[in-house]
């Protein structure tokens, strides 16, 4: 079972930029599909940005396309989101998400460890 811990948010004006950090527990890190789930008040749990246990693949929300980033540090334990041209919509709370497929998916369902979620906060 991994353990997930988001840090990093914040709030920044329209524009700007912010690195959201997950920090998984040890050993059974690599092995996990990450993602980045976001949720804004009223509203459901979506989709950002997801990428498999080696970096290789990447994929992302039409929304965030081009703006945010996804990466992995195995030796760390940690999985990053960049997020940068802040949109006000980008405000959210954003959760950091383990799933075992190999494959990835956008659905909630595909992943069974969760983190606590960070609060992003985008001002006009």
């Known amino acids: 079972q991994v353990q997930l811990v988001e840090s990093g948010g914040g709030l920044v004006q329209a524009g700007g930029s912010l690195r959201l950090s997950c920090a998984g527990s040890?050993?059974?890190?690599?092995?996990?599909?990450m993602a980045w789930f976001r949720q804004a008040p009223g509203k459901e749990r979506d989709f950002v940005a997801a990428?498999?246990?080696?970096?290789?693949?990447?994929y992302y929300a039409d929304s965030v396309k081009g703006r945010f980033t996804i990466s992995r540090d195995n030796g760390r334990y940690t999985v990053y989101l960049q997020m940068n041209s802040l949109k006000p919509e980008d405000t959210a709370v954003y959760y950091c998400?383990?799933?075992?497929?190999?494959?990835?998916?956008?659905?909630?369902?595909?992943?069974?460890?969760w983190g606590q979620g960070t609060q992003v906060t985008i001002s006009s």
């Open positions: 998400a383990a799933g075992t497929a190999s494959v990835i998916d956008v659905r909630t369902t595909a992943y069974g460890f």
């Open positions: 040890e050993r059974p890190f690599p092995r996990y599909t």
């Open positions: 990428i498999n246990w080696s970096g290789g693949s990447t």
